[in-house]
């Protein structure tokens, strides 16, 4: 028998310096705010709206499913609607955050991820929650089989390949800085492969930070990324300049997970000591700050971001 939906209660008031993950989504902020309350039919109503847009897709369930009452809400929808894809997606999607707060049994959460993907054969979002599973829980064969699964379904899938970049930048992370890394290679296979107007273009910059964070907490490289020389070399100055460039061209703004990129993008340009370039970017981020790559490696998001936004801005 489910357990019983938890009580209605008030929505909490989120802390001022929360990174929302909602990002600039208003429908998927109200939704969220519904489901704290117990009216699930509000994330019915959205994820039915998404459709096969499968990023949006993919970003709307994920911060759904961090909400701390979404499992129990979503056995709630189901004992209404045992049928419904969206119903088991979005329960099995918030049992692996149980899972990687170490409130569920991971085996239990890739039961529900199966169950829910088929449900919805096309769908790449429920392998995409195996994925975040995979990815602390599990071995590395199963990551990349997994993502194979996601991309199977939808080839620029934007979150997984930000998910294998992270994946594979920690391959041999002891071994010090190496400009060859096998982590570079996927990461510009995949911006190759990707359509010219896909924001998989940025992968590159994703890679090149991930790695920072890997070799700062091994010692390989200082805790300021302001004060490392990863992002100086040769190689580097061409990724950020590419990168740069085509987001100026870029004319997709609708892109779910944009401002993803776009925070991975100014810090690189921060980094690399662009303030122009950096201050046209915070323009465009506004207060939409990112836990990554800020947190990189082991600092609080809010107060880097802000501090990094102030020196390109000329602003305290």
Request: glycine letters at 6%; one cysteine or more; a negative charge.
């Amino acid at each position: 028998m489910s357990p019983p939906p938890p009580p209605l209660v008030r929505v909490r008031r989120r802390a001022a310096h929360t990174l929302d993950e909602a990002l600039d989504d208003a429908e998927l902020v109200a939704t969220r705010a519904a489901l704290a309350q117990g009216r699930w039919q509000s994330a019915r109503s959205l994820l039915v709206r998404t459709g096969d847009d499968w990023d949006r897709r993919a970003h709307r369930a994920t911060v759904l499913a961090k909400e701390p009452s979404c499992a129990a809400w979503a056995r709630e929808w189901l004992l209404a609607e045992p049928d419904s894809g969206d119903a088991s997606l979005l329960l099995a999607l918030a049992l692996v955050h149980r899972a990687l707060r170490g409130k569920e049994p991971p085996d239990r959460c890739r039961e529900a991820c199966r169950t829910a993907a088929a449900s919805c054969p096309a769908d790449p979002t429920p392998w995409l929650g195996l994925m975040l599973l995979e990815r602390e829980l599990g071995p590395e064969d199963e990551v990349v089989r997994v993502f194979d699964e996601v991309r199977g379904r939808y080839a620029d899938h934007h979150h997984a390949h930000h998910l294998m970049v992270a994946r594979l930048a920690e391959r041999r992370g002891d071994a010090g800085p190496d400009p060859l890394h096998e982590v570079y290679d996927f990461a510009s296979w995949a911006a190759e492969q990707a359509p010219a107007d896909s924001p998989l273009a940025i992968l590159p910059v994703i890679a090149h930070a991930e790695r920072y964070r890997v070799l700062a907490a091994a010692g390989h490289e200082p805790p300021d990324p302001g004060a490392s020389g990863h992002w100086a070399g040769r190689r580097a100055r061409l990724v950020m300049k590419a990168a740069f460039d085509w987001w100026l061209e870029w004319e997709h703004d609708g892109h779910p997970r944009r401002l993803v990129d776009l925070n991975f993008l100014a810090h690189a340009k921060c980094c690399e000591g662009r303030g122009a370039e950096a201050a046209a970017l915070f323009h465009r981020i506004g207060d939409y700050a990112t836990p990554a790559p800020w947190s990189y490696p082991d600092r609080d998001p809010h107060t880097a971001f802000r501090a990094a936004r102030a020196g390109a801005l000329g602003t305290t």
